[in-house]
């Protein structure tokens, strides 16, 4: 249950800033450019461990609500369809650059809209007992039309072109995790005439 949880979290939270107000006067706040000399100590600065098993969805609420929401990658993923095992973590598993982009975290501070440190691999996705059947995945988009271009050319998503203009995609490339997955928005992003060919008008 969450609820009882966020709840407990949110009155700790109370205390603990009554606490400081009776100390300190003045409540916390965001890190401001002007935080440094000699006064910067005695901010009420609220330091934060990251740990995986930290309730993620006090600071990242716009992913949590993403579990409701079968247009995302994660909301494909809710864990009541999947399995009660998964979490923010089973795709989130990189777990040094998580503690490494938590480090100087401190309650407060606004979430990313993107990813800067970590990434959802690959081969997170193709995991074993996961989407680990390539031939399975080409066929299940084989007849899809979304992707095809002003002149007409179709292209299965799950077997594109393997030149060096499409390396390093991920499958993150098309299946966002907390937004609407756009990939034809991908593809636009370079192919910005809607044409799958380079070299043909220049
Ligand atoms: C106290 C608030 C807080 C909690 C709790 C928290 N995060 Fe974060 N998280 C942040 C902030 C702030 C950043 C941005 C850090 C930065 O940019 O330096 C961040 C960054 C991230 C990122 C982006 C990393 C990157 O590649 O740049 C991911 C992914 C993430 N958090 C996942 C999680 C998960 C999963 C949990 C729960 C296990 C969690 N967070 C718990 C505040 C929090
Ligand atoms: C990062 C830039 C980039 C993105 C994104 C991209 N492409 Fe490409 N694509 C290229 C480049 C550059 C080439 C030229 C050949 C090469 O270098 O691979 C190419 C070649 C192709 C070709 C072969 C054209 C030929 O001459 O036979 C097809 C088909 C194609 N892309 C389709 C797509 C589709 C569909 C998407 C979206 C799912 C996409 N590409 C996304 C850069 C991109
Ligand atoms: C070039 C874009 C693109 C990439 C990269 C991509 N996909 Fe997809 N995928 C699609 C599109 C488009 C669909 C069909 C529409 C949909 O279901 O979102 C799809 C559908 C799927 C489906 C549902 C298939 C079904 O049975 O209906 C799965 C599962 C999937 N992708 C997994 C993956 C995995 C795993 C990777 C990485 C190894 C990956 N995709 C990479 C674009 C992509
Ligand atoms: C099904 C896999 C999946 C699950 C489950 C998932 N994420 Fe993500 N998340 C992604 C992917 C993929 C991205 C990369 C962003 C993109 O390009 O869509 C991402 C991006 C993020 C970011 C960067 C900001 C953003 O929204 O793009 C944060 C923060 C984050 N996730 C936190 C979380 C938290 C917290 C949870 C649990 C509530 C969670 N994620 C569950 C796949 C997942
Ligand atoms: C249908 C014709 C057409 C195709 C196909 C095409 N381009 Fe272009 N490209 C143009 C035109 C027209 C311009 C000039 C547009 C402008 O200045 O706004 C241009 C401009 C560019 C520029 C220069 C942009 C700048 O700001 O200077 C780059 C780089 C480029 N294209 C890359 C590509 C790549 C990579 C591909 C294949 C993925 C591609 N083009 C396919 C028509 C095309």
Redesign the pocket.
Same mark, same amino acid.
């Given at each position: 249950m969450k609820t009882p949880r966020k709840l407990v979290l949110a009155l700790g939270l109370c205390a603990l800033l009554m606490g400081l107000s009776i100390m300190n006067g003045c409540a916390p706040r965001e890190r401001q450019p002007d935080d440094v000399g000699e006064n910067a100590s005695e901010l009420p600065v609220m330091s934060f461990t990251w740990s995986p098993e930290s309730e993620c969805d006090v600071c990242h609420g716009t992913e949590e609500l993403s579990w409701g929401d079968r247009t995302t990658t994660a909301g494909l993923h809710n864990p009541s369809v999947i399995s009660d095992q998964f979490d923010c973590m089973t795709c989130h598993n990189d777990r040094a650059g998580l503690t490494s982009a938590h480090e100087e975290v401190i309650i407060g501070d606004k979430a990313p809209t993107r990813l800067w440190e970590t990434e959802v691999a690959t081969e997170t996705c193709t995991a074993s007992g996961c989407h680990d059947d390539e031939a399975a995945r080409r066929e299940a988009t084989a007849g899809l039309t979304l &992707?095809t271009?002003t002149k007409g050319?179709t292209?299965n998503?799950h077997d &594109?072109?393997t030149? $060096?203009?499409?390396s390093g *995609?991920t499958c993150s490339?098309?299946h966002k995790g907390h937004a609407a997955s756009e990939? $034809?928005k *991908?593809?636009t992003?370079?192919?910005h005439e809607r044409v799958? $060919?380079?070299?043909t008008c220049h």
């Open positions: &992707l271009d050319t292209v998503p &594109l072109p030149g $060096e203009g499409h *995609f490339s098309c990939p $034809e *991908f593809c992003s370079c192919h799958y $060919e380079c070299g």
